[in-house]
C-alpha cells in the first residue's frame, strides 16, 4: 500500500477534517483508529481517479507525467468499509450512479477537481486539492455526457 499515488499522512488527515470524520457516502460517523479495519465504523480512502498501475509504471519510465494529483485531497473521499466492503466496496464495484461524482474517469478531460461530488455532510461540491471545497451546482445528464 505505498507508491506515488498514496495519500500521505498529512494528507489523510486533511481529508478526514474536510469530511468530518463521515462515509461521505451514506455519512456513517467512522472511528480513527479502525482505519482500513473490516469493522462497523472502520474506513479508507477512496481514490475517485483509480491509480491504473499502467500509469505508475508508464511515469517511472518516463513516458507519462506522474500523476501527482492522484495523491492530493480532490481525489481522496472517506469512506466506511474497505475496498471489497461497505461503502467503499458499492463504489469499487460500482454501483453507483456516476454522476455521484464517486469514481472519475482516468481517460476523461475532467480531473478530480473539477468533477463535481455528492457529499453526504456538505451536498453538491467541488473538491479542492488543499482540503477545503465550494459548493457546486448539481450536474445535468448534458454535462455527464460531454
Ligand atoms: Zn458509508
Redesign the pocket.
Known sequence: MTGPAEFKPEMVQDIWERDGGR?A????GLHWDLRGKPFERGWSVHHREDRGMGGVKRARKGREQPRAYLALAANGVL???TGTT??HGKVTREELPERLGFSVSRIGIRRPVDVPLLHALHGWVLLDNEGGYAPADEPDEEEMAA
Open positions: 462515509c457516502l451514506c455519512g456513517l469512506l466506511c468499509g461497505g461503502c
